[in-house]
């Protein structure tokens, strides 16, 4: 295969799944850094600048990047042993599900419970996406696709940001919901994403 024509429907099909389980990853990750400083001195009741806030939103965050690196280890395993399609649904879920649960934390270890699991949807959906595509797409293409993938993160970012600015009226808590859209592509995913051979 030398051109994207030659593509089959199954590679596209996989391509465009992982890439935008990706850009939603990307988003999902970064609603946090955008409002963390508020919302975490409002379930501690304390002020912004208190540094409790800033221990408690560190430790936050340290277990949301240990989540991360857990999830790609088990969804992983979950890919070896269900395929890659159903794994990246589950990531996919997990993600949205636990993103969107942040909005009922009323302490703040409960956002860090959120936050670390969905980590674990994140992280996994990095490692079943990225094997989605090497067992799909052509060997010498790798490269590029890895560009492609990297470049969906940085766009589920700006995504965040766009939420965060045009929801800036709002409790912090409520752009948490907004990481419950991608459980939507998993729809999509479940019928139009064979497994891989």
């Known amino acids: 295969i030398t051109s994207l024509r030659e593509l089959s429907p199954h590679q596209w099909k996989s391509g465009i799944a992982a890439w935008l389980g990706w850009l939603f990853d990307g988003l999902d990750m970064h609603i946090y850094t955008l409002v963390w ?15 409790e806030v800033g221990t408690k939103g560190a430790i936050i965050q340290a277990s949301f990047l240990v989540g991360w690196a857990l999830g790609g280890a088990f969804f992983g395993r979950i890919g ?21 649960l942040s ?17 674990l949807g994140i992280g996994g959906e990095w490692a079943v996406g990225a094997s989605l595509l090497s067992e799909t797409w052509p060997k010498n293409w790798r490269p590029w696709i890895a560009a492609v993938l990297q470049s969906a993160v940085n766009i589920g970012v700006l995504l965040a940001c766009l939420a965060g600015w045009m929801m ?6 409520y752009l948490f919901l907004v990481g419950i859209l991608p459980a939507l592509l998993t729809l999509w995913i479940r019928k139009a994403v064979p497994e891989t051979e």
């Open 80 to 100: 070896d042993l269900l395929g890659r399609s159903k794994a990246l649904m589950l990531t996919i879920l997990t993600y949205a599900l636990f993103t969107g």
């Open 103 to 119: 909005y009922f934390a009323q302490n703040w270890w409960h956002l860090m419970a959120c936050r670390f699991l969905s980590a």
């Open 168 to 173: 800036s009226g709002l409790e912090p808590r």
């Open 37 to 51: 400083t508020v919302f975490v001195a409002q379930l501690m009741g304390l002020a912004e600048d208190n540094p």
